[in-house]
């Protein structure tokens, strides 16, 4: 596999960041991953704007979106797949160990690779997934799509460990998201998702899903809801880059339906037709 380090595209068991980088140190740095369908990078330009606020929301000075589309059309270039997932990161560089930023003329690093990704299958989206709820324990610039992401690590493997799919945040009584995902609600016929604030990452899908839902002028409610309001829904289903969406039957060992719900179901249909005839 090849990767793009730093402007150059060079083998995988080539590419060496040093141990003083300050994504190695701090966790210093941001990241983004960006779907490919039928060889096209989907919804490319949202994903580079909201990379774009992660810098700034570090203090980051500002990256080239051009070289970075280039180097993703490099890496696109090798490969060979029809569907797959890019991965960009960004850290602030290369400097002897110190709190403190290091000085202006400090290069950032960029890394940058793809790799062959699988949609979930037909029987998997049809049975839905199992969720349980986690303390929200996560700070408190959650927008931040920054690559320190031990909270979301230790509540992903809670769920493994308990036999489930992922770990659904809760903040004060109120759901924001899951481990890598936003999370939606059907209640009473109306779609409900958390507003944006900066205690949940603005995603991508999350936005298209609303999009295609007022599209279909479905009702839709940009309101908190609580776990026992998610424990009461109709349906309820994840949302992310490669999650896609991916219903939920079963929170906490409580029953959320029997299979995938209708809104769901064709909510992910019209994605996926708008992913293709994009790309």
């Not at 049809?126 to 979301?152: E, F, Y």
């Not at 809670?158 to 036999?163: S, T």
């Not at 903040?171 to 205690?199: C, K, W």
Request: proline share 4%.
């Amino acid at each position: 596999m090849m990767v793009y380090l730093n402007g150059k595209l060079i083998d995988e068991t080539a590419a060496c960041i040093s141990f003083d980088d300050r994504g190695f140190l701090f966790a210093d740095g941001v990241y983004e991953v960006v779907h490919i369908y039928s060889r096209q990078f989907f919804e490319w330009d949202r994903h580079m704007a909201r990379l774009q606020r992660s810098l700034e929301g570090i203090y980051l000075p500002h990256v080239d979106n051009d070289e970075l589309t280039q180097g993703a059309l490099t890496l696109l270039d090798r490969f060979d797949g029809d569907e797959g997932m890019l991965y960009l990161q960004i850290t602030r560089g290369v400097h002897p160990r110190s709190h403190a930023f290091p000085p202006q003329d400090v290069a950032p690093t960029i890394l940058m690779w793809i790799r062959p990704h699988q949609s979930f299958s037909a029987e998997t989206i049809q049975q839905g997934v199992s969720v349980i709820t986690v303390a929200d324990d996560r700070w408190a610039k959650v927008w931040i799509k920054t690559i320190g992401l031990l909270p979301n690590v230790l509540a992903k493997e809670k769920a493994h460990k308990l036999g489930v799919f992922d770990a659904v945040f809760v903040r004060d009584g109120m759901v924001t998201e899951a481990t890598s995902a936003n999370i939606f609600i059907v209640r009473q016929g109306v779609l409900q998702t958390h507003p944006v604030t900066n205690y949940i990452l603005p995603g991508i899908t999350r936005e298209v899903v609303l999009e295609l839902a007022r599209d279909r002028q479905m009702p839709i409610s940009l309101e908190p809801f609580s776990v026992e309001e998610m424990y009461l829904a109709e349906e309820v289903f994840l949302t992310g880059t490669t999650t896609e969406i991916l219903p939920v039957t079963q929170v906490d060992n409580k029953r959320i339906g029997t299979q995938a719900g209708g809104v769901s179901v064709s909510l992910l249909e019209a994605l996926r037709q708008r992913a293709y005839s994009v790309s």
